[in-house]
């Protein structure tokens, strides 16, 4: 009987630990590997300061916005706050969800959308406000697809690292809060600025 209950007691413990690793496993997975790719996106969330600036650079704007790499949504949700239809792209399926919940919680999830998926795999030609949170190794190459997917009336704000080779329209803030706003006003297939 003592055999038993021992025997019981360790497959407990057994699945218990199994478990909880796991569940480890499954949480921490989606935070890690973008510290793996070719070019490392860590999720860093936007400060309130970043988020001012980057409302500031949507007055006046109207049209559909894109945040790309929208972590826990917090740009979307403050641009559907100011009445923008708002869409997120994230690989993080964590911070989908948890952007979902947010979007909810916060009362415009009629207006925002979160769609879990590699930027380089989505074309963005249908936005004419795109927000992004890159690093700099990432940048010349987004620079060459949002200046061949988007219309001349798009605006795109920069947050933390400037285009390497856009000059900017406007610039607001300072530090890791600066943000650059890039009007386009060329056509497809035109000179750049």
Request: net charge positive; aromatic share 12%; hydrophobic share 40%.
């Amino acid at each position: 009987e003592g055999g038993s209950r021992r025997r019981s007691w360790g497959l407990l413990v057994t699945a218990g630990v199994g478990g909880t690793l796991v569940t480890l496993y499954a949480v921490v997975t989606p935070f890690v590997t973008p510290a793996l790719r070719k070019v490392c996106l860590p999720f860093v969330p936007a400060t309130s300061t970043q988020i001012q600036n980057v409302l500031k650079m949507l007055e006046n704007r109207n049209g559909s916005l894109v945040d790309i790499g929208s972590g826990d949504g917090r740009i979307v949700i403050a641009a559907a706050k100011r009445g923008f239809e708002a869409v997120g792209y994230e690989l993080n399926p964590w911070l989908v969800w948890y952007s979902r919940y947010r979007a909810w919680r916060d009362g415009v999830h009629q207006n925002t959308k979160f769609y879990i998926s590699d930027l380089w795999k989505v074309s963005f030609s249908h936005y004419t406000n795109v927000v992004v949170f890159g690093v700099p190794q990432m940048m010349p190459q987004l620079e060459k697809k949002l200046e061949e997917e988007l219309e001349c009336n798009a605006r795109v704000i920069a947050c933390r690292f400037p285009f390497p080779c856009w000059i900017p329209d406007h610039t607001t803030g300072e530090g890791i809060d600066t943000v650059w706003a890039y009007d386009l006003k060329h056509p497809r297939g035109c000179e750049t600025k």
